[in-house]
T-cell receptor, first 113, second 113 residues
Framework: AQSVTQPDIHITVSEGASLELRCNYS??????LFWYVQSPGQGLQLLLK??????LVQGIKGFEAEFKRSQSSFNLRKPSVHWSDAAEYFC???????????FGSGTRLLVRP | DGGITQSPKYLFRKEGQNVTLSCEQN?????MYWYRQDPGQGLRLIYY???????QKGDIAEGYSVSREKKESFPLTVTSAQKNPTAFYLC????????????FGPGTRLTVL
């Protein structure tokens, strides 16, 4: 079945530390991949997206993500986390056969001062 | 200022009542979507519409209804048949399928009393 998995429900990092949020997908082909961020009680904002080409994608707010076909992964990274990065992060995949965006269950990021 | 508006921000309803959530976009997008968000479950697709006067059921359409009479508007009605309607509801729009980004509104929190 087509699915997107975010194995970490919560992650806590110290301010200034690096961050990696994991995302895996299950699909026979390469889907279009997205990372969104959501602040409490708000809508989702797109951080970055991957369709094809360079497997390292740069996004807004200093985030980047790397697509690894062999691992069916699209992990989100940031070299130095700021307190304002505390939010929930969603990985999503558009799979042509379903004509819809499939979301992972989200990872809540907490930032220690 | 282009974007998606959802109203109201907070909505309270008594059991047995139908309620309609508004979603308007001025992005000239063809496709519009309704998602339901519950803690720890990510986003689940309720209904989507790829063009005016046409819409399809998503994964959890039971107890919900929609209409798409205008390109800009995609209201969602939560009927009394929805067993557990308390949730955060997000509307999104997209220019076309696949590679285009889905843009999200700020959401409506519905609470059934």
């Amino acid at each position: 079945a087509q699915s997107v998995t975010q194995p970490d429900i919560h992650i806590t990092v110290s301010e200034g530390a690096s961050l990696e949020l994991r995302c895996n997908y299950s699909y026979g082909a390469t889907p279009y991949l997205f990372w969104y961020v959501q602040s409490p009680g708000q809508g989702l904002q797109l951080l970055l997206k991957y369709f094809s080409g360079d497997t390292l994608v740069q996004g807004i707010k200093g985030f980047e993500a790397e697509f690894k076909r062999s691992q069916s992964s699209f992990n989100l990274r940031k070299p130095s986390v700021h307190w304002s990065d505390a939010a929930e992060y969603f990985c999503a995949a558009w799979m042509d056969s379903s004509y819809k965006l499939i979301f992972g269950s989200g990872t809540r990021l907490l930032v220690r001062p | 200022d282009g974007g998606i508006t959802q109203s109201p921000k907070y909505l309270f309803r008594k059991e047995g009542q139908n309620v309609t959530l508004s979603c308007e976009q001025n992005l000239n997008h063809d496709a519009m979507y309704w998602y339901r968000q519950d803690p720890g479950q990510g986003l689940r697709l309720i209904y989507y519409s790829q063009i005016v006067n046409d819409f399809q059921k998503g994964d959890i359409a039971e107890g919900y209804s929609v209409s798409r009479e205008k390109k800009e508007s995609f209201p969602l009605t939560v009927t009394s048949a929805q067993k557990n309607p308390t949730a955060f509801y997000l509307c999104a729009s997209q220019s076309a399928g696949g590679t285009d980004t889905q843009y999200f509104g700020p959401g409506t929190r519905l609470t059934v009393l």
